[in-house]
């Protein structure tokens, strides 16, 4: 054989070795990788809960308008709800009022306020500076729609009522005036008013034109319309989780939503699915490694557990629906939902049962036989014994897998309507994953981020359980 | 007479008791096994009065709703088994070459700190998978190919691989790990190398075992729900066009069974037939990978 085939022999080796160590570390990298920008996601929360701490709730809007013969749409934030007492209220903020401005940055998206709080400099205390436009009320008083004489479905808008005191009044603005255009935006409806004024004192950076009628002439005047404040927020990442989890959800304002009624009906749906499915697979277990004979009947009774643990989630789901929700008459309820997830979970833990029993060796149960223990002394009093680090270690990983599963529960839970804490096990319910399902689907903006935040609370309780049963495997792992 | 209470006569009984109890534990899959079983075929009856079993398998429109109405599950089938063939094409070189790796390549200790790592990745939620799919990776895609839509098949097989690579990969290093010392020793013996021992020796050894692993990550891939209900859509495509939104089987059953429908409704009964779809293709991949394990195992045990 030549030198260069030689070299090829052994090269060849470690090019394939080398392959296939790519290989593994392509699996785990993707998946660090997935999980580094879930978490990246999942930090604009701490910016969500500060304005919702502030006590805003904001909502997209937008503007139809044409402007020459273009039709455009305008979006603007408007503060959906102001919380009493809040800090945002004390400014002088109203329900109803839109953003204009965020520390510096013009706002025409949802999203966009949270960016502004997370990016402004500055620390955990934030003094924020704002620009908002009140509502409609407030700015111009009453309007009312008067129709035009002699051109049947147009109306014109007319200033019926101005509080004292209000920015249209200190414009000069009198009872009486038709508004017709504020900069560029065409005057049409008493809503679009207000409207046109807002996306007009968005789009110039100091005070606006509004053309108005009075008396048959036409004035222009100037108008400020925006006023400005200090809003204090706090960027506190802790107390923004602490929030989010202990929190009910919201399926309106992600920056309010929150996780406490998934996770509170985690627990009952796993509780209920632990009594069922730990006695039952237990049982199972010791019949099968302790007991039963080799027989077709045991035969049987193993082809049958390996393949029930590998049918479809979906499918027990279906199972759960007929039987236990509808022939049983469980309904959509935690009960029904835990026991169904029983199924899904018994032959798992059969088959971590029985490995726990099979590491015990036989001459355990051989020296109970031989001072005369019957078989129910020697299982209780010296297999159980030193099968139970196992058992309880293949709980755990059973429990981790029933707190991950929502293909079953996704038919038998009721998660978009859940915003309550359940206290009843006929309650209707959701669970975690199944929230992150709902608000993963979702298109508004800022549930990408909770559901991004949800996965990590999830993966932090799976991640303590799966710590927990490989800390007991290894503390109690008896060596023979 | 009065029995003792430690006896040998209230032994026996209590031994018969807990005897009899912890059978009926252990029967317990058979009636599971039982009910899952009945309660399909019964669900389904009415719907195949109603439908053909070869209209059901042939006929390519899914439109319960819709008038006329169609029930082929064909383009379903389809979509599934494309989005499935996707992810094995991810999973099965990786997951192969990692189980490589860790078996022939990587010292014991090494060894010993993946291995669990494989296991808890293996038991990262399925819904994780589906919002990795929807918000990372499909934006990815449609960064490299305009075209794709917001729902498309890609995105779930790709993620979908990623999710059943550690089952490849731990379910083939078991396989690996137990081909017996002797056979590559012989190898060593007549003079192989190392790439030899492994290729030719090792991996044909743990070939049945391999397929085993396989099949049970097809099964795993079509019986997936969350994935593909997140990111691949609820419009089934025919021809499958894996940059389209696509249904999978499993999405369909979610589709109906989150449905505002009356419960006497037929469509409930279309639940049952594609649920007893379902049911039997991943039983039949679940047997067959159980025997071919089974086989290995006596082989070299």
Redesign the interface.
């Known amino acids: 054989m030549s030198e260069a085939k030689r070299a090829w022999?052994?090269s060849?080796?470690a090019l394939?070795?080398l392959?296939?160590?790519v290989?593994?570390g392509?699996?785990?990298v993707?998946?660090a990788v997935?999980l580094i920008?879930?978490g990246l996601?999942s930090w604009r929360l701490v910016a969500m809960r500060a304005t919702a701490d502030a006590g805003l709730s904001l909502s997209l809007r937008s503007l139809q308008a044409s402007t020459g013969s273009q039709q455009a749409y305008y979006p603007y934030v408007v503060l959906a709800q102001v919380a009493s007492n809040s800090r945002a209220e004390k400014l002088g903020l109203r329900q109803g009022d839109a953003l204009i401005r965020v520390a510096g940055q013009g706002i025409t998206r949802v999203s966009a306020v949270w960016e502004a709080v997370e990016q402004a400099p500055g620390g955990r205390d934030l003094r924020l500076p704002i620009a908002w436009v009140p509502n409609s009320r407030q700015l111009l008083g009453e309007l009312r729609a008067e129709a035009i004489p002699n051109t049947p479905g147009r109306f014109r808008v007319v200033i019926s009522t101005l509080p004292p005191g209000s920015p249209a009044e200190q414009a000069g603005l009198q009872t009486g005036d038709v508004l017709l255009s504020a900069n560029d935006l065409s005057i049409m409806g008493t809503r679009q008013a207000w409207e046109a004024i807002v996306i007009a004192t968005q789009r110039a950076s100091g005070p606006i034109t509004l053309q108005v009628e009075r008396d048959s002439q036409i004035l222009t005047l100037p108008f400020t319309a925006q006023q400005q404040g200090e809003l204090t927020v706090q960027r506190a990442a802790w107390r923004a989780l602490w929030a989010f989890v202990s929190s009910l959800n919201e399926p309106r304002y992600p920056e309010h939503a929150g996780l406490a009624s998934a996770i509170l009906g985690s627990l009952y749906v796993v509780f209920v699915m632990a009594i069922v499915a730990f006695?039952?697979?237990?049982?199972?277990a010791?019949?099968?490694e302790?007991?039963?004979s080799r027989s077709t009947l045991t035969e049987?009774?193993q082809?049958?557990?390996?393949?029930?643990a590998?049918?479809?989630?979906?499918?027990?789901?279906?199972?759960g629906?007929?039987?236990l929700a509808?022939a049983a008459g469980l309904g959509r309820s935690i009960l029904a939902g835990g026991i169904a997830l029983a199924?899904l979970i018994?032959?798992i833990m059969?088959l971590a049962a029985r490995e726990a029993l099979r590491t015990v060796p036989p001459w355990v149960r051989e020296a109970a036989y031989s001072v005369g223990a019957?078989?129910?002394q020697t299982v209780r009093h010296h297999v159980l014994p030193y099968a139970l680090p196992g058992i309880f270690t293949g709980m755990i990983?059973t429990l981790?897998?029933a707190?991950?599963?929502?293909?079953l529960l996704?038919?038998l839970g009721a998660f978009l309507y859940v915003t309550y804490v359940p206290t009843n096990l006929k309650d209707s319910f959701t669970v975690i994953?199944?929230q992150?399902?709902d608000w993963?689907?979702k298109p508004q903006e800022g549930f990408?981020t909770i559901?991004?935040a949800a996965?990590l609370v999830?993966?932090g309780i799976?991640?303590i359980l799966?710590a927990t049963a490989?800390a007991l495997r290894n503390r109690f792992q008896m060596r023979w | 007479m009065k029995v003792p209470r430690h006896g040998p006569r209230g032994?026996y009984v209590?031994?018969g008791l807990?005897?009899g109890?912890?059978?009926?534990?252990?029967?317990?899959?058979?009636v599971?096994?039982l009910?899952?079983v009945g309660?399909?075929i019964l669900?389904s009856l009415p719907f195949f009065q109603k439908v053909s079993l070869w209209e059901f398998l042939t006929s390519i429109r899914w439109a319960p709703l819709t008038i006329p109405q169609s029930y082929g599950v064909l383009a379903l089938m389809a979509d599934t088994l494309v989005i499935t063939a996707i992810a094995l094409i991810v999973a099965l070189?990786?997951?192969i070459?990692?189980a490589?790796?860790?078996s022939?390549?990587a010292s014991e200790r090494t060894r010993r700190t993946?291995k669990?790592?494989l296991e808890?990745?293996a038991?990262?939620?399925?819904?994780?998978?589906?919002?990795?799919a929807?918000?990372?990776i499909t934006p990815l895609l449609q960064g490299i190919f305009p075209e794709i839509g917001f729902w498309n098949g890609l995105s779930a097989g790709l993620v979908m691989g990623?999710m059943i690579?550690?089952l490849v990969?731990s379910l083939s290093e078991d396989v690996l790990y137990a081909v017996p010392r002797s056979l590559r020793e012989g190898a060593y013996a007549l003079g192989a190398?190392?790439?030899?021992v492994?290729?030719r020796v090792v991996i044909p050894a743990a070939f049945s075992g391999i397929g085993a692993a396989f099949i049970?990550a097809m099964?795993?891939a079509?019986?997936?729900?969350?994935i593909v209900?997140?990111a691949a859509g609820r419009t089934p495509a025919w021809p499958p066009d894996p940059t389209q939104p696509m249904m999978a089987l499993?999405t369909t059953?979610?589709n109906i069974?989150?449905g505002d429908h009356e419960?006497t409704a037929f469509i409930w009964s279309a639940?049952?037939a594609i649920?007893l779809l379902?049911?039997v293709m991943?039983?039949l991949?679940?047997?067959a990978?159980?025997f071919i394990v089974r086989r290995f195992r006596e082989r070299y045990e």
């Open positions: 022999r052994r060849k080796g394939f070795a392959v296939a160590a290989s593994l392509l699996g785990l993707v998946v997935l920008t879930t996601n006695p039952l697979g237990i049982g199972a010791l019949y099968l302790e007991y039963a049987i009774l082809v049958l557990i390996a393949n029930l590998g049918v479809p989630s979906v499918v027990y789901g279906i199972i629906l007929e039987i509808r199924l018994l032959p059969i019957t078989r129910w990983l981790s897998r707190i991950g599963e929502a293909a996704i038919l994953p199944l992150i399902f993963a689907t990408t559901a991004a996965i999830l993966l799976l991640l799966n490989i | 032994r209590k031994e807990i005897r109890l912890l059978f009926a534990c252990g029967s317990a899959a058979v599971i096994t009910v899952t309660t399909f669900g070189p990786l997951g070459l990692s490589v790796f860790l022939e390549y993946l669990p790592l808890i990745l038991g990262i939620p399925t819904v994780v998978y589906g919002f990795f929807l918000r990372f990623f690579l550690p990969a190398t190392k790439f030899e492994v290729t049970l099964s795993r079509i019986g997936e729900t969350m209900a997140l499993t059953i979610v069974a989150t419960a639940l049952f649920g379902l049911f991943t039983l991949l679940n047997v990978s159980y």
